[in-house]
């Protein structure tokens, strides 16, 4: 049951047309009803609530259906875990919207371990990249894998940091994970799909779209205990992290920058509304120890 439970999983996550939240809901169907997975392409569309897509969600089920050996073929060439199992990320199931399933390469363990995100400015200044030094050795010291999103500037900056002072880190990616994105970060997810871990909710394939990334960043935040932003102006993916991270009721820390510099109004922002003023180790290691949810 087990087994037939993940090909549906796995063929619902490759479709267009459905979405996570339409996932949840046929799985939380299934569930309720014995784990069952034989369910029509009919009973799927209503059971998800498909409506605007029903054209682009039927073309894509009958497209793997007719083929049952090239769907097991394709499910093969993927590592995948789904909500089911038990080393699903424990703080990620708890939000909404969480993925049904997440495809990886790397080292899968370390999604056991205490998350701590680090995001910030992609045009990262000299500043920023030295506030990434200063922080991360004496967290990752403290046994907490470091979390970003492998884009340009302080995500990509704070998986090197983590590797170069022997720690863990997670990089999550808005595309399959045979795409690399941007293309100057690539040497880098490559090197973490070797020794550390890369996980994405797209399967094979799939591009940058540019709702992908907001989509990303939920995951980012709900699978870290709390989210560390590092540059950022008032209007940009970091602070749609950092809101998301509130949201699920995560411990949000705020680096302030130059007064007079738009780069870190957002962590400016941040800080007048609640978030943890940081400018040493200490400050985080202080909320991380006490968090509880």
């Known amino acids: 049951m087990e087994e037939k439970q993940q090909a549906l999983l796995f063929k619902l996550a490759i479709c267009n047309g459905i979405g996570n939240l339409g996932m949840l809901k046929v799985l939380d169907f299934s569930m309720r009803y014995n784990n069952s997975t034989d369910f029509s392409k009919e009973e799927i569309i209503q059971i998800a609530g498909i409506t605007t897509y029903q054209k682009l969600f039927s073309e894509s089920w009958d497209f793997w259906s007719k083929d049952p050996e090239k769907l097991s073929l394709y499910q093969h060439s993927h590592r995948f875990i789904t909500l089911l199992d038990p080393i699903y990320p424990y703080y990620l199931k708890q939000i909404y919207n969480c993925p049904v399933v997440l495809f990886y390469k790397g080292n899968i363990e370390l999604l056991k371990q205490n998350c701590l995100s680090f995001i910030g400015a992609r045009a990262a200044s000299v500043y920023g990249i030295n506030v990434v030094r200063q922080l991360i050795p004496e967290i990752v010291s403290n046994n907490l894998t470091i979390v970003s999103g492998l ?34 970060t690539a040497h880098i997810q490559r090197k973490m799909m070797e020794e550390q871990l890369v996980i994405s909710e797209y399967p094979n394939g799939t591009g940058p779209r540019k709702y992908h990334f907001p989509m990303r960043n939920r995951i980012i935040a709900g699978m870290s205990l709390g989210t560390c932003v590092i540059e950022a102006r008032k209007k940009s993916g970091s602070l749609i992290t950092a809101q998301a991270a509130l949201e699920y009721g995560r411990e949000v820390f ?40």
């Open 151 to 184: 884009a340009k500037g302080i995500d990509s900056v704070s998986h090197q940091i983590t590797m170069q002072h022997g720690g863990n880190t997670i990089g999550v990616i808005g595309t399959g994970l045979d795409s690399c994105y941007p293309k100057e």
């Open 254 to 293: 705020a680096v302030p920058g130059n007064v007079f510099d738009s780069q870190s109004d957002g962590c400016h922002g941040l800080i007048q509304d609640g978030a943890k003023c940081t400018i040493c180790p200490q400050d985080i290691l202080e909320e991380i120890q006490f968090f509880t949810i």
